[in-house]
Structures are given as C-alpha cells and as structure tokens.
C-alpha cells in the first residue's frame, strides 16, 4: 500500500506540473506573432525605416533659428539669405537686440516695421534689427504682415526685460530670492534625512529584537527579515535619488532667478524631462519583451519542479532505471539544470536591454575571451569532476587513498576533492589530477565482506611455522575492530636464508581507524610471542647471541633462566 500510494503522488505530482508546464508553454504561443515581428525586423531594415523617417523630416520640417534671450523666446527665423543659415541669422539677431537693449539712448517705442517689396525691417531707429522675408511667413503659416507685428511686438517686450533684469536692484532681488531658497532646501533635506535614519534604525531594532528573542526562527521570520534587509537597501537607493531630485530642482530654480543663468536653468530642465521621457517610453516599448521573459521563466520554473521531483524520487528509491544508480540522481539533477539555466539565458538574451548595442557586444566579447584564455585548467577540472561522479569511484564519507594521500573524503565538488588525513590535515586535490591518478577505495568493499589490513614478522627457523600462526591469529582476533568473519589467515611469504617471512591478514569494516588497528595488532603479537616464549627475531642476531641474554621479558623466560657463558672452543689438543 505505501508503495502504491507513493507511486499515485508521483503520477498526480507529476501530471499537475506537465500540465502548468502546458499551460506556460500555451502562453508564450500567444506571445509568438509578437515574437516573429520583432525577429523579422532586421537591422538593415531598421536602418531603411530610419533613413526613411529621416528623409520625411528634412522634407517637411523646415530649419529654423531661434532668438533666446536670458532662456527666453523671442522670435523664429526659417529662409536662408545668400550663406547665412537661420541658425546665423538668429545669432546674428540676438546680438542686434541685447546691443540695443543695453544702449538707452534707444525706446522700445522706437522698435517700427519698414516693409520693402520682398521683405519687411524691423528697425529700432536708424538701427536695423531683421528683416522678415515671405518665405520665413509662409513657413510659419502666417502672412509677412501678421509675422513682423508680432516678431517687433516680441522684441519690445525684450528690450523691457532685459534692461528690467539686468540691473542692481534685480540682481539684489535675485540673490534674496536665492537665500530664501537655500534657507527652505536645507532644512527640508534634513527633515527627510532624519526621517530616513529614523525609520532605517526602528527596522534594524526590531530585527534585533526579534533575532533575540527567538532562537530558532522559522521559514517565515527568516523570510521577513530578508524582505525587511531588501526594503531598507531599496529605502536607501529611493533616499538617495529623492536627495539627487531635490538638489536639481534646488540648481534649477536658483538658476533661473539670474538672467545670464537662465538658459542654463532650462536646459537642466529639459535634460531631466527629456529623459524621464526617454526612460518611461522605452520601459513601455520593453513591456511586450518584458513579458515574454516572464513566461520564459515561469516555464522554466516548472522544468525545475518537475525535476527536482523525477530526480528526487530516484534518489529515494521509488523510481528506478536500469544502469542508473540512486546516487547520481543529485549530480545528474544540477546538470540537467545548469543546461535548463543555459537554454532560458540563450532565449531571453535578445530581450534584455541593451543586448544588442555595441557596447554590451564588446562587454560579451572580453568577458568570453577572459574564459576561453584563463578557464582552461577550471573547465577540466569540473569535466573530470562529471567524469568522476559517473565512475563512483568513491563517495563523501568513504576512506580513500588518492595517489600517496591516505584519508576520509570530506567534499567532493565540481573543480577539487578534499580530503582529511590521519593526521587531521586538509588536503586540497584536483579533480583532474584524482582523474588522471589511481583511487584506492576501503569503505567500499569495508561495508560487505571488510577490507583486509596485514602486516609482516619475520621469525627463526627454530620456531615451528603452525605455532607462529597460531600466536598471529590469536594476536589478530585480540585485536579491537578485527572482524571474526570472515577469520584471520597467515601466509608465508618468503624463507630468507635465516628468518621466514609470515604476513598476517585480517578483516576490519572500520577501515579510518587503521592506524590505531596497526598499533593495537602489534602490541597483541608482541604480547603473544612473548607469552609463547617465541622471540621475534631473525638469526641475523641470535647466531651471534653467544653470552647475550635472551630478547624475552624476564616475566615470561623460563624458570631458573640464565644468561648462557661466552665459551670459546680451543679444538683437540691431541
């Protein structure tokens, strides 16, 4: 029954993901017509539209030359005369204006029309000021007469403001006029400073208040804290650009007390407006691949589901496949997600902003040459950490031997392999070179039959060989860690010229404790020889032992042992 019911939570688990997966994928198709129009506009034909839009607007858009006096419009001009652009003409007026303007001897009275029979003067006395010609009325949809009414009523209202302005009592003004502006700005900036400071320190007591009082905190808890920590860096960036927009509006308005600053003024203005402009209509004209990213990652985030479940249920045994193992479903997961995660890259790429300019290309072209010149050595690393995985060569956990590195796997990641050893010392391996070196694994086969740890003596002819394995055995089954079964056994590996070599053998499934195994062993052996009366020795030292006492412990020779007497054997004196 549990199977069962495992195996129906997987089929319904299963099937309500491919169906939001199916549902995903029906939205992005309607996005499709969207897709293939945007697809279809090529650069080259982009390139065609705009010249084209160019060629409509020098057609229909006539140049013109504005006079601006103190940021102020005065009038326009639209006809070339001879080589002079309206952009000279209007230079060249504005020059005649402020000249007259400054020269009091001149009224504003004095500012009158002279028509001629192709053009009208505006003069103030005998000093001509400009001329409007038929061609600068009908480009601005008025006749000739209409048009020099209106441009001499402009210039009299001019010279009236600039000799208003440009005086010492409006100087004075202006400077009061932009104390008391600095005197409003500063406090406010303060007041919004403080108040920023103020909520900002509340937030961060009351997360350290709750962080106090609560020693394990939930899911929930961590995840308001983390949205609270994302709100007040949020806080922080909105503090800043308010500051950013008041100091502009402060410069601005500072500026525009001043005639000679004026200009200025409307220029910052129109920067601010023009892009405020420009960033809200392109975050209008981004909503449809704004969109179509959205979907892209909605989908992908159902892929992911539904293999964190297929992968999950095969590491716990509920899904099986011939030839693939429970342990490879975790590392075979986060490939199949890191090619996911490639894939949703390679889509939504040409959505992101700013993805085909020439900038963000050459950004794209060193980055992928910084990886292809300096990754060499990491991307062999993570292949042969792939490769590794796939040969279950060993485990975290298991007790292995890397090449002359003897120790107990502690990580095994995409790049190196770390191991720590006996000694409690970290060993940092690549995991190219585990790939290209030999693995001794003892956990392994330590977790079904046992590893076999041996060791060799070496023991005098004199001393029968089934006595010594006997003593070995017993010296191996005394020993802690030392598995019964499958039993000890001895080989006799050599018979030297005055020793045999006995190599006993014996199973553990502890292999990390090996170490203290070896040393325990041989304090059993020499316990037992020494019990036996056996001496652990070669006849290298016994055939030249004559006088010497025996190498046993006095607790174990013989009674009424003694040292035997250096004798010398002079031969037959016959």
Known sequence: M?????????????????????????????FSPLLAQQASNTPAQAANDTGAEAEIASDTTPLRGDVTIDGRHIVSVYQTIGSISPQERAEKITERIIAVAKDSSFAPEEVGLEPQEAWTEISAGNKLLMVVTEADAKLAGKTRKQLAIE???NIRQAML?????????????????????????????????????LARGRIEK??????ESVEKKSAWQVGVTYALSVIMAMGAVMGWLLLIGLFQIYVTVVLSFFPSTRSVSHAITGWVLDALSKISKSGLDYLPNLVVIAVVIVIAAQVFRLIGL????????????????????????????????????????????????PAFQGVSIFVGLLLSLGSSSAVANAIAGIILTY??????????????????????????????????????????????????????????????????VTIGYDAPWKTVHQLLIEAALATKHTLHTPA?????????????AYE??????????????????????????????????????????????ITIPEQNRPPGYHAPAFRVDGGDKN
Request: aromatic share 12%; with cysteine.
């Open 2 to 30: 549990p199977g069962n019911q495992c195996e129906r939570s997987l089929r319904y688990s299963s099937f309500h993901l491919l169906w939001r997966l199916l549902l995903s994928l029906l939205a992005l198709s309607s």
């Open 151 to 153: 441009d001499a009523g």
């Open 161 to 197: 403001n600039y000799r208003k302005e440009h005086n010492w009592r409006s100087f004075l003004w202006d400077i009061l006029y932009s104390f008391l502006a600095t005197i409003a700005f500063v406090p406010f900036v303060w007041v919004v400073r403080k108040l920023r400071l």
């Open 206 to 211: 009351w997360i350290s208040a709750r962080s």
């Open 310 to 357: 297929i992968f999950g249920e095969i590491s716990k045994g509920n899904l099986s496949f011939s030839g693939f193992f429970p342990e490879w479903a975790a590392p075979t997961a986060r490939l199949v997600r890191g090619l996911v995660i490639i894939l949703v890259v390679i889509i939504i790429f040409p959505y992101l902003p700013g993805s085909k300019s």
């Open 391 to 456: 040969m279950r060569s060993f485990s975290v956990g298991d007790w292995v031997k890397i090449g002359d590195t003897l120790g107990e796997v502690v990580e095994k990641n995409a790049l190196v392999t770390r191991i720590i050893t006996m000694k409690q010392e970290i060993i940092t391996i690549p995991n190219a070179t585990v790939m290209n070196g030999s693995v001794m694994n003892f956990t392994r086969e330590a977790k079904t039959t046992g590893v076999i740890f041996h060791t060799t």
């Open 488 to 500: 000890p056994f001895v080989l006799q590996t050599a018979l030297n010229d005055f020793f045999v």
């Open 504 to 549: 006993l053998n014996a199973y553990t499934d502890v292999p990390r404790e090996m170490q203290f195994i070896y040393s325990d062993l041989h304090q059993n052996i020499q316990d037992k020889f020494n019990e036996a009366g056996v001496e652990i020795c070669s006849p290298h030292f016994s055939a030249l032992r004559d006088g010497n006492a």
